[in-house]
Every structure is written in C-alpha cells, then in structure tokens.
C-alpha cells in the first residue's frame, strides 16, 4: 500500500518513469489539453464535474509523491475580457499547499504564450486535466532529485 497521498495508478505509474527535469503540468478546466503539451507528454482527465477536481487538490497529491526544484504559474492577462488586477487567489492556495508539504520554493508565473512553450517541450511527461474552474490556475512542476 502506498503511504503518500496520491493512489491515481494512471498518474503514479508516469511519474514513477520520469525523472529529474521532468515537467508535470496541473492543468485547469480552460487549458487546451488537447493542443497545449510537449511531444511525449501523456494526459490523464480529473474533471469529474465542474470545480471537482481542483488543481490545488491535485498538487497536494502530488507533491506528497515525489520531489520538486520548480514550480511555475501561467500569468494571468492584465488587459482584455480574462484580465486580472492582482494574483489569482489560488496562487495563495498553492503557496500553503507547498508550504505544508514542505517546498521552500517560490510561485514562479510564465507569461501565457511562455507558458504554453514552457510546456511543449520534450520533458512534458504528463498533464492532469482537472475541473478547476479559477482563472489562470494552471501549474507547471519540474521535477526534482531525491534526496533520502
């Protein structure tokens, strides 16, 4: 029986095969899944239902399995219908659920058309499509060494 938080067979069976460097895209319910992703990257849908399940839940499962050196947000648009005048407020979710599962890292926003090539890359392994229905919520991991 697994002792860390995340029991998605799917999901630890990829993470288990990628390595250091490897990226791990949390994505929200608005992401291009579909299109927006690097060239090996495998996609696996948490949306059940609108807002479940979130990408905050997601990135708790996660971070509870393996090791992390980056962790990146999409940043949001300051102009136009999407726009935003301050962070997300899930950004500050993310920030206690990295400070919980002990990640001394910093949120570490992209610009949008960035991101999206942040992702695209040959060290994509896996994106989780969830149901979160925040704007600009999507989360880009880099996988880290194991230390113990």
């Avoid at 979710?93 to 890359?121: C, H, N, S």
Wanted: glycine share 6%; net charge negative; with cysteine.
């Amino acid at each position: 029986m697994l002792k860390h938080q995340l029991i998605h067979p799917e999901i630890n069976a990829i993470l288990a095969a990628g390595g250091h460097h490897g990226k791990v895209l949390i994505a929200d319910g608005n992401y291009p899944a579909s299109s927006k992703r690097g060239p090996h990257a495998r996609l696996v849908h948490l949306n059940l239902m609108p807002g479940v399940v979130t990408c905050n839940q997601v990135l708790q499962a996660v971070l509870s399995a393996l090791p992390v050196e980056g962790v990146n947000t999409m940043m949001y648009e300051t102009t136009g219908q999407y726009a935003l005048t301050e962070d997300p407020p899930v950004w500050s979710d993310y920030r206690q659920t990295m400070q919980e599962a002990g990640v001394e890292l910093e949120l570490e926003p992209i610009e949008k058309w960035a991101f999206y090539d942040a992702v695209a890359t040959p060290d994509h392994i896996l994106t989780i499509q969830t149901a979160d229905q925040q704007r600009f919520a999507n989360v880009l991991l880099t996988i880290g060494v194991r230390m113990d």
